[in-house]
């Protein structure tokens, strides 16, 4: 239990090096995923996930014996739309369910491929020669720690994070390559689009993975299922999450082996069912609100006359309200040879976690040192 609490503690800590698509996808996600994991484990626990048929000669020591062996080793579902009862092993292991006993790990293992886009950013990011998110967070953590002893908590969070962060960038100095102390690159950018294009293949991989569990014969099985609900069909008639199944075994009782074919509820589908569409609704959701994330930050940082417009909006909103000290040939110089991809996006970045006053702040801060060198 206390490892799962550090789990969710991890999990709802905020790193600042991030938007909220992103932290929906990797943090909101594996929350869902792991409660679900838990629900499920504690229903084939201590519930009873699969009850069968038995015959009646046999007694209850072999009734729970019979079901906790259709349980581990897979029944199988029948279609009503079958003329026959299939006769052969081999055509009754075609319809075997392989899923059920098995989905507290798949969610967790899906939990982990939500988190991993995380992970590789975290580990590039350290490879970087300026960590400014590393700045970004302490100054959260200086703000916090004055909050805490200051009953103006707003007036002194809005001045420490804006004065904190721009006095860490402005003094930074990379080999003094740069006529300011502010030297931006493009890595920063590269490895922070890599991860939320990676959190798009892994939504993908979620979605190709609730597929082939349940063996649809398309990724968007859900839509079907959906109508098949509104329409009052049920698993009877389209496959998916069967509560009947059967199950095979064979019992020696005097020398003798004696085949049985068990009829099984498997009640446990009755939660995957559930737990699987929303899932399925979920992950495409986030998969169309991360296409249009990403091309919304493609915009922002890529687009020159979306940069220009950013500057310039933050140095009016600062205070700089004359025009001639927010010239746009300067400011372009500013972000072509200063800030660059990098700068801009660890504006954004500032904008998306402390606000928009505190970016434009930072903002002013860089754009006065720049004007300092230039003289």
């Known amino acids: 239990m206390d490892?799962?609490?550090?789990?969710?503690?991890?999990?709802?800590?905020?790193?600042?090096?991030?938007?909220?698509?992103?932290?929906?996808?990797?943090?909101t996600t594996a929350k869902f995923l792991g409660v679900f994991a838990a629900l499920i484990f504690a229903k084939q626990a201590v519930g009873n996930p699969l009850q069968c048929f038995i015959p009646a000669e046999y007694k209850l020591p072999w009734e729970k014996y019979i079901e906790t062996y259709c349980f581990v080793e897979n029944t199988y579902y029948v279609n009503s739309t079958l003329t026959q009862f299939p006769s052969h092993t081999a055509d009754r292991r075609s319809y075997e369910l392989k899923y059920y006993q098995w989905m507290p790990y798949i969610f967790v293992l899906e939990a982990f491929i939500c988190f991993m886009p995380k992970l590789i950013?975290?580990?590039?990011?350290?490879?970087?020669?300026?960590?400014?998110?590393?700045?970004?967070?302490?100054?959260?953590?200086?703000?916090?720690?004055?909050k805490n002893k200051n009953k103006e908590g707003k007036t002194t969070e809005a001045v420490a994070v804006d004065a904190f962060i721009s006095k860490q960038l402005v003094d930074f100095n990379v080999f003094q390559i740069r006529p300011t102390k502010v030297a931006f690159g493009w890595y920063l950018t590269a490895i922070y689009f890599g991860m939320k294009l990676s959190m798009l293949a892994s939504i993908t991989i979620q979605l190709l993975l609730l597929q082939f569990f349940i063996k649809a014969e398309t990724p968007f099985w859900g839509f079907g299922l959906m109508s098949d609900l509104y329409f009052g069909r049920d698993w009877r008639v389209n496959g998916y999450f069967p509560r009947v199944t059967f199950c095979d075994l064979e019992t020696r009782d005097l020398g003798q082996h004696r085949p049985h074919t068990i009829q099984c509820v498997l009640m446990l589908n009755m939660f995957i069912e559930k737990i699987y569409l929303f899932l399925w609704a979920w992950f495409l959701i986030t998969f169309l609100v991360t296409v249009l994330n990403i091309l919304y930050w493609c915009f922002?940082?890529?687009?020159?006359?979306?940069?220009?417009?950013?500057?310039?909006?933050?140095?009016?909103?600062?205070?700089?309200?004359?025009?001639?000290?927010?010239?746009?040939?300067?400011?372009?110089?500013?972000i072509r040879h200063n800030l660059r991809y990098d700068g801009i996006v660890l504006l954004r970045l500032i904008d998306s976690n402390f606000g928009y006053i505190n970016m434009s702040n930072v903002c002013k801060q860089l754009w006065e040192s720049f004007r300092k060198a230039q003289e």
């Open 300 to 334: 922002r940082v890529f687009s020159r006359g979306k940069k220009l417009s950013m500057i310039d909006e933050a140095l009016l909103q600062s205070g700089i309200t004359d025009p001639n000290a927010r010239d746009a040939r300067d400011i372009e110089y500013f």
């Open 3 to 27: 490892h799962f609490q550090k789990i969710l503690t991890q999990l709802n800590k905020k790193d600042h090096d991030d938007d909220a698509i992103d932290r929906l996808n990797y943090s």
């Open 121 to 146: 950013f975290k580990l590039l990011y350290s490879f970087a020669e300026m960590r400014v998110t590393d700045v970004i967070q302490y100054a959260w953590a200086k703000v916090k720690d004055v």
